[in-house]
């Protein structure tokens, strides 16, 4: 009896599976292509961080003799003139110490005082702006201090100023007399201010700028990173990277279908270097974020 012929379908099955696998590679990849974000109402913030210079109206009152202090009120109390504050004593004799001048008390000194004040703010050396940097010490009760040291700064709550060194992309947006905010890191809260003044020195440029509110936070703090805000801006909120100039006009790639994309038209709005608010967009349309890697007509 003749035996049958195995035939055998291996090849074909994995010549089969290789062109399918082939076809799903190339559908993946390319939608892997697609860095997308949707659309979304947002703010964009337009400012610039600096590493801010602050400047009080801060005077100092040296101890009248030598012994040890026992402090009478807290840091950063808001006193009256006349208030005792303190006691030093030594072994011949105890002196009672009477606030001299109403305002904010501190115990702490940085040596900075008499240099930086609102009165000498112009004539601040702008060359010498990085070596301007706090190192407080602080006196606390049963410390013992000499004649002639720093006992306590009185600060007067109602002036307070900044120096802030500006890039060079931001000195020419900005104006004298202009109401910026202040943001510090990690709050939410807005501070209002106005820019004074504005000074170049050689390469850089500095605001000088006055707070329009008084900050107790900051009494014992000489530097403080901000971001200086110039507005802020809401609408719809994309990243700036996904516009584009096409010959038709400024616009985005708008995700249609899988893998499928269209060009849309968009109008920027406002924004800073990162972010911008554009019309033309509806909320919740997918926009590709990575349009410099699809060839899209595009000027050259």
């Known amino acids: 009896m003749a035996k049958k012929k195995n035939i055998s379908f291996k090849p074909f099955v994995l010549i089969f599976i290789l062109i399918i696998t082939l076809i799903i590679g190339i559908q993946i990849f390319g939608a892997a292509r697609f860095e997308s974000v949707l659309a979304a109402q947002g703010e964009v913030i337009d400012g610039f961080w600096s590493d801010v210079l602050i400047v ?101 709550n109602f002036k307070l100023y900044l120096l802030a060194e500006v890039p060079e992309s931001q000195s020419d947006r900005f104006n004298i007399g202009e109401l910026i905010f202040l943001e510090e890191k990690n709050t939410k809260k807005l501070y209002e201010a106005r820019i004074t003044n504005i000074r170049h020195n050689l390469e850089k440029t500095f605001f000088q700028i006055k707070v329009e509110q008084f900050i107790p936070q900051w009494i014992n703090r000489r530097r403080i990173e901000l971001n200086i805000i110039k507005n802020i801006y809401r609408g719809i909120k994309i990243p700036r990277k996904a516009v584009f100039n096409q010959l038709s006009g400024q616009g985005v790639l708008k995700v249609t279908g899988y893998n499928k994309y269209e060009f849309q038209e968009v109008f920027i709005l406002n924004g800073n270097e990162e972010y911008v608010i554009v019309s033309g967009l509806k909320i919740g349309e997918e926009i590709i974020t990575n349009p410099e890697d699809f060839d899209y007509g595009r000027e050259a």
């Open 56 to 156: 009080r109206d801060e005077i100092l009152i040296n101890s009248p003799i030598t012994g040890r202090v026992e402090l009478l009120v807290g840091e950063g109390d808001r006193l009256a003139s006349g208030e005792k504050l303190a006691v030093i004593k030594s072994s011949a004799q105890s002196q009672k110490i009477f606030n001299k001048k109403a305002g904010i008390v501190s115990f702490a000194v940085d040596g900075l005082e008499s240099r930086l004040n609102p009165n000498s703010l112009n004539q601040i050396n702008l060359n010498n702006f990085d070596e301007l940097q706090g190192n407080y010490k602080h006196l606390l009760s049963g410390d013992r201090i000499k004649k002639e040291e720093s006992l306590y700064r009185i600060i007067n």
